[in-house]
């Protein structure tokens, strides 16, 4: 059973910046993902990358914004997070697929809040 432990949130003004980091116990499968969810809302796919390969995904609201990447020595994974805006607040989850269209392991999630 894979346990993931995510860390940076916390509060930052609109246009800041921001760094998440998720470690995972064990040698991801098949990828990583960030995932968010902000209040009132559904829990939506933010970023995601093929451990193996390295292909990415970001979706339309955080392009040229957000950057994935990963170290594989150290089983990690990041998201920069630039120029960041009011949308963007949410409780921000690291998830882990360990075979292509199921996430199987999360993370307990971590707060970001972007003030104006």
């Known amino acids: 059973q894979a346990q993931l432990v995510e860390s940076g949130g916390g509060l930052v003004q609109a246009g800041g910046s921001l760094r998440l980091s998720c470690t995972s116990s064990?040698?991801?499968?098949?990828?990583m993902a960030w995932f968010r969810q902000a209040p009132g809302k559904g829990r939506e796919l933010v970023s995601s990358?093929?451990?193996?390969?390295?292909?990415?995904y970001y979706d339309d609201s955080v392009k040229g914004r957000f950057t994935m990447s990963r170290d594989s020595a150290k089983k990690m994974v990041y998201l920069q997070m630039n120029n960041l805006i009011l949308e963007d607040t949410a409780v921000y989850y690291c998830?882990?697929?360990?075979?292509?269209?199921?996430?199987?392991?999360w993370g307990q999630g971590t707060q970001v809040t972007v003030s104006s």
């Open positions: 998830a882990r697929s360990d075979r292509k269209g199921s996430y199987d392991f």
């Open positions: 064990t040698t991801p499968v098949y990828a």
């Open positions: 990358i093929r451990w193996y390969g390295g292909d990415k």
